[in-house]
């Protein structure tokens, strides 16, 4: 069940205060992220903009997922020396955008064959995603550095990187939209932003004392099979939930065509920002419940301190899904698409639920349980493959969009039968584990 009782309480202000600080160059590059969609629909034609939307899935999914780099960063700045540890944190996040750009071009060659594809030859095709994911590759080690910045209390640090990359990304893809009219605008201006991005970051990185801090409480070593058991599951996690809310646009071409797909764009950027958010908001709960549970040794915090996170993320989604749904039919009239209420109101049911997993996930993750959404993501994903099934085998592209939204929509409400009670448990199991000891003159392991 979801551990739900809310209440306004200093430590839920304090909490709100930790996450927003967190998450402001996140809601920046959510703003930036918003234009773009927009801005490339005004400016290109319905074939390229179609282009651009499947190259669009490639930042998006990179964006908000990885194979568990951040996320190892999140759950071990106290345990582990920085530098090996941010290492190890890139190699898992760009492995991510690199899995993300392989499964791309691999979808691209039946693609390639539709209405969809057609502003770009079959090379072409593969040449803009090649160059994208590498983009997304080099923005995986950005989102690395900023995860360390936020681990380490330095938010401004956080926030530039954040928005130098997003904002100089939109403003050289829109640019280049504007002058060459083409799909490839997307690919250039995000390798050129996350290049020059992490090339900045790496440069204060070195220049600054993050990297000198060490290990504050004393841990067992990992061994061999934990991490490789820690990168398995977010590599599975990776792989689901990209095809679970990436793969609609490859589909939804496919079966609709370029028209249908730029209204479906349209709509879906708009109902999956509030999710975007709270997929930034979430981290910081996370260091809250890593103190509680294994540093300090009180569990019971633990699941104060996620009440506490999935009030702050719904209430944020909440007010965001206001704005963007007053905000739908005027992007809609200035991208000259189709206005599809149902559709829009459908994917705001689902992907709220959907974003208000995230606080549970990566607590859940920090205190290593790292698959703990997949069982949800795969129940939700059988469900989508059954409706493409029908949708293909039909023509009838209506019948993708409500089944894969119905699944996402079931998966989620499963996920807080579960996970909340896991999460729980672990937290237990550490707090009174002898894996971790203080980090003291003259302490041991038990």
Not at 174 to 180: F, G, H, N, R
Request: include cysteine; aromatic fraction near 8%; charged fraction near 10%.
């Amino acid at each position: 069940m979801i551990p739900w009782r809310p209440r306004v309480t200093a430590e839920t202000v304090g909490l709100a205060r930790t996450m927003a600080l967190g998450a402001l160059g996140p809601a920046l590059t959510f703003v930036a992220l918003f234009a773009l969609p927009l801005g490339a629909a005004a400016l290109l034609s319905t074939t390229e903009f179609a282009m651009w939307t499947v190259l669009s899935t490639i930042t998006t999914i990179s964006v908000t997922l990885d194979l568990g780099g951040t996320a190892l960063v999140m759950a071990r700045w106290r345990l582990e020396r920085r530098g090996p540890l941010l290492r190890r944190a890139a190699v898992l996040s760009g492995a991510g955008s690199v899995l993300v750009g392989v499964v791309a071009a691999i979808a691209f060659v039946p693609f390639s064959r539709t209405a969809a594809a057609a502003a770009f030859t079959f090379v072409e095709g593969l040449a803009a995603i090649g160059l994208v994911t590498v983009g997304c590759t080099v923005r995986s080690a950005v989102t690395v550095l900023a995860q360390a910045a936020l681990s380490d209390g330095r938010f401004r640090a956080r926030t530039v990187l954040f928005t130098t990359q997003a904002f100089g990304a939109a403003v050289l893809a829109l640019a280049l939209a504007a002058v060459t009219g083409s799909a490839w605008a997307l690919p250039l201006g995000w390798s050129a932003a996350s290049t020059l991005t992490f090339a900045g970051g790496l440069v204060w990185t070195l220049r600054s004392d993050l990297l000198r801090g060490g290990p504050t409480v004393a841990a067992l070593p990992d061994g061999a099979h934990r991490v490789s058991r820690f990168a398995w599951a977010r590599t599975g996690e990776t792989v689901l939930s990209s095809l679970l809310v990436q793969s609609d646009r490859w589909i939804v071409g496919a079966l609709g065509g370029p028209h249908v797909l730029a209204a479906y764009e349209i709509a879906a950027r708009l109902a999956s920002m509030p999710k975007f958010l709270s997929f930034q908001l979430a981290p910081a709960v996370a260091g809250q419940a890593v103190e509680s549970a294994v540093v300090a040794r009180r569990p019971a915090e633990v699941r104060a301190v996620l009440r506490r996170g999935l009030a702050v993320c719904a209430a944020a989604m909440l007010a965001a899904s206001v704005a963007f749904t007053v905000g739908y039919p005027l992007a809609a009239a200035f991208t000259h698409v189709d206005v599809v209420w149902p559709v829009f109101a459908a994917m705001l049911v689902a992907y709220f639920l959907y974003g208000l997993t995230s606080p549970v996930t990566v607590v859940g993750i920090s205190v290593d349980r790292p698959a703990i959404d997949v069982p949800f993501l795969l129940l939700a994903l059988v469900g989508a493959a059954a409706a493409t099934a029908a949708a293909f085998a039909t023509g009838d592209v209506a019948i993708y969009v409500v089944g894969n939204l119905a699944a996402l929509t079931v998966g989620a409400l499963w996920f807080f039968r579960y996970a909340p009670a896991t999460v729980a448990a672990r937290a237990r199991a550490l707090a009174v584990a002898d894996v971790l000891v203080p980090s003291t003159p003259g302490a041991t392991r038990a």
